[in-house]
């Protein structure tokens, strides 16, 4: 095990693994453009996969700053 940098807590960690989803679910979201023909799924199940990546992936944003401009302050000591 190691010890967390100096200055930061796990608050911190959660905020750098929320904005890591916007990699994970774009990631999810470019494999299903590329193998959408052979999966042979209809396209009302490929789209809303691609609307529900779309949305987790600006969510996964938006709670990742949220939590780092709330714990992120630098204290001024």
Known sequence: ?????????????????LLAGIGFTMSIFISILSFSDALHIDALHINEAKLSILLTSLLAGI???????????????
């Open 63 to 77: 709670l990742g700053y949220m939590v780092l401009s709330v714990f992120g302050k630098k204290s001024s000591v």
């Open 1 to 17: 095990m190691s010890s967390l940098p100096e200055g930061s807590s796990f608050k911190h960690i959660l905020g750098v693994g």
